[in-house]
């Protein structure tokens, strides 16, 4: 294949005691009219070839038909008032609802907001007059405008800019909120109180700095406690400080013993509940009872459980007293289990669906009931009722269709002997050897969790295997699995996956030239590493909006707040590290390399797209294999396209990655 011309300069750097090449930096610049006509090239390469490729209107029909509907979301009550929002309408775009005497009526679309806009969230106001709804515009999420709308006239009030990933914690009088948003005359962020239609220049700041790594999150309890959690970059500790807002107190910073809690929570009792790493990384849940002007020492309600990974924790009443709900992941896998909140006293075990994911626990109206989504490998993310008093969990709604596949869950040892989770996605009665997809995370604490996905399915559905390593770096077995995947142990995560796609050659699952690494963002980044150290042992890599330039990665996106993750080449200990697998800097010339789709998004702001454009400019160069292909997707972020642009750049992928494992499929008109 001939690929766009890209020149190779000789720049070099000498960092401590290498010398490090880079003969692609001149592509860093997006703007240059170089970079524009390789990149424009690159484009009708890419798009002309995957348009070409049998199956890929196959398998775009599939996707079409495994997508969730899309539903409502559970009814929130804020006063009188009643909101739900959803794909409401014959063209299916995102829009809220109120309920009123008269029934459901439209307050605000999507597209109202911004004409190339998506919610992140959405939260009314305590008496239901307003409705704060903060938007990604393009899939940038530097760029997350925070609108508040009135709900009698569907008016905009205000719309305040650089809300990133801020929740909104609402004043009971409605004029006024707290939020975390960027500082108008310097970096950094803070958390602000706000008043309704105020300038945004007068905004208390209550904590903040400008540092663009610290992130903060903060939570109002009973129109009174603020509590905030502060966090430098990606660790997983925490700085933990409370302020009584209606006495107009400071933030005081809470005792050492909760330094490292994820959620705090004030009860109605005004006690302080809190999930906490623990030495063990399996998480432990403090309680603090209310004592003078502050709380007394932290005591131990729920120790730590080594049979799963502390998730989440959430509060309850019912007519017996307080209930605490847990939910525990072991390999990804929830479970959910109910305690006597005053002496942790475990109560029942509830009867959730399956092996699957629970996520997004809220109050009802009801004290005793609490809603929430659980999805699963074979199951669509749907919402279910969880009444705390029996522990039995029932659908909202009718129970969704599932998929006609297998799943079954192993474990295999990776090169140092550690035992290692594996899932495996399977037609019913399918004969091995088949071409497999080896999907992979393995990053900042986050374990692979049993998700609906329609690409995995798809794949699945048309004769492959998918496998999900759980390798360590991830969550899937407590903070000790993070840290010996992370930062100096990177290698421990890349030996892991090696290891995986050994054993499901060895047991026949697949061979060599059917496996196929897939990754995102960290995934991305490991699944890269991985072909680039043995070219040999995958067929083909698929790699979206994933970091491949580690020694340069602190300068772009959120790469800074990383350091933990991976450390920093400005040190000499870390720069060996990152120098032995950063797989820009790995690619050996001459020698034959997988089959490579690198797709990243134009607007992805936390991976910028120059990675995968460096990268492709040094495979194309280098391999005596391939090919290698380039692909933007125009108008994305980091999570991807979204509509029928996602669908065809998802199944031009899998039609790639087809292709060059022997996948057989064929169009069928």
Known sequence: MRYPDARRDPVTEHRHRHLVADPYRWLEDPDSEDT??????QQALSVGCLERLPGRRRLSRMLRDLAPRPSPSPARTAGSRGFRAGPFGPDERWTLQVRERAGWRTVVGVTDLHPHATVASWQPSPAGSLVAIQVLVAGAEDRTPLSLVDVTTGRVVETVSGTRYSPIEWRADEQAYFCTRGHLDRPGTGVYHHEVGGDVTADELVIGDEAATTRYHVALWHDRWLVVTVRDGTARDTRVSVADVRAGGPLRPLPPAAGASAVVVVDDDDRLVASSSTAGGFGQVLVADRAGDGWGPWRVLLPEDTSGVLAGVTLARTERGRRLVAVRNRDGVSRMTVHDATTGAALTEVGLPGDGTVSSIRPTGDPAVLALTYAG??????????????????????????????????????????????????GCGAERPRPTLLAVYGGFGIP??????????????NGGYVAVAGIRGGGERGRRWHQEGS??????????LHAAGDWLVRHGWTRRDQLALLGGSNGGLLAMAAAVQRPEAYAVVGCAGAPFDMIRYERWGLGKAWREEYGSPDEPAGLEVLLSYSPYHNVSAGRRHPATILITGSNDTRVDPLHSRKMAARLQHATTG????????????????RGEQGIWKTAAALAFIARHTGLALADDG
Do not use: M
């Open 36 to 41: 524009r006509r390789w990149l424009r090239e």
């Open 377 to 426: 490998w074979d199951t669509p993310p749907s919402a279910w009722r969880l009444d705390v008093r029996s522990g039995r969990v029932t659908p909202c709604d009718e129970a969704p269709a599932r998929p006609d596949i297998e799943v079954s869950r192993h474990v295999y040892h990776s090169a140092d002997g550690t035992e290692v989770p594996l899932t495996i996605l399977a």
């Open 448 to 461: 692979a969790r049993p998700s609906f996905q329609p690409d995995l399915l798809a794949w699945v559905l």
């Open 487 to 496: 930062g100096a142990n990177k290698g421990n995560a890349l030996a892991d």
């Open 626 to 641: 391939g090919p290698v292909l380039h692909y933007v997707v125009e108008g994305a972020g980091h999570t991807g396209a």
